[in-house]
T-cell receptor, first 114, second 116 residues
Framework: EPEVTQTPSHQVTQMGQEVILRCVPI?????FYWYRQILGQKVEFLVS????????KSEIFDDQFSVERPDGSNFTLKIRSTKLEDSAMYFC????????????FGDGTRLSIL | AQSVTQLGSHVSVSEGALVLLRCNYS??????LFWYVQYPNQGLQLLLK??????LVKGINGFEAEFKKSETSFHLTKPSAHMSDAAEYFC??????????????FGKGTRLSVIA
């Protein structure tokens, strides 16, 4: 069964540094998402992406964050000038269409900011 | 704004006992509802979904959930718990009010422990 793959599985970064989290969505999917889960808290939506542009973003997704689909397969989340509170598990998801089609999640990248 | 409430952050059952994980939602329109399971150090795996039609939906691993509009609930059940069911369970909701890609709104999750 096709999977969403995320790399790396664990990223350790010094505060203030930039980090790029990578995702390869399922190949025929058109909608892409990033979510995060701070330890012990709920999974929160960050951003959705369709047709090479952001279609929706949460208030968490400020100027520190950006997303990109640099080629036909990868979907990246860039976090500039990382802060301690950015430490979390970041999940990428994809779906073939909107609404009732379920989103398929990757295994996540655990980001630790020191 | 949508919200999802999962009653009980931790539920513990004996092996072979009934599993009941509660989920209530708030939405101004009938939503789409999902249950995801997260095993340790893994991502979120879809257990089941409700979109339209039959209100009792069956998922993987013997789980099922019933959409009750009058109670705004979507509780997850399994008749007989297995040790392998121990995991974190998340209820999530989305609707088509948003013009975009209908991001999921998650509950806080319920950790299920199964005792031998």
């Amino acid at each position: 069964e096709p999977e969403v793959t995320q790399t790396p599985s664990h990223q350790v970064t010094q505060m203030g540094q930039e980090v790029i989290l990578r995702c390869v969505p399922i190949s025929n999917h058109l909608y892409f998402y990033w979510y995060r889960q701070i330890l012990g808290q709920k999974v929160e939506f960050l951003v959705s992406f369709y047709n090479n542009e952001i279609s929706e973003k949460s208030e968490i997704f400020d100027d520190q964050f950006s997303v990109e689909r640099p080629d036909g397969s990868n979907f990246t989340l860039k976090i500039r000038s990382t802060k301690l509170e950015d430490s979390a598990m970041y999940f990428c998801a994809s779906s073939p269409s909107r609404g009732y089609q379920p989103q398929h999640f990757g295994d996540g990248t655990r980001l630790s900011i020191l | 704004a949508q919200s999802v409430t999962q009653l009980g952050s931790h539920v513990s059952v004996s092996e072979g006992a009934l599993v009941l994980l509660r989920c209530n939602y708030s939405s101004s329109v009938p939503p789409y509802l999902f249950w995801y399971v997260q095993y340790p150090n893994q991502g979120l795996q879809l257990l089941l979904k409700y979109t339209t039609g039959a209100t009792l939906v069956k998922g993987i691993n013997g789980f099922e959930a019933e959409f009750k509009k009058s109670e705004t609930s979507f509780h997850l059940t399994k008749p007989s718990a297995h040790m392998s069911d121990a995991a974190e369970y998340f209820c999530a909701v989305s609707d088509l009010q948003n013009s975009g890609n209908t991001p999921l709104v998650f509950g806080k999750g319920t950790r299920l422990s199964v005792i031998a």
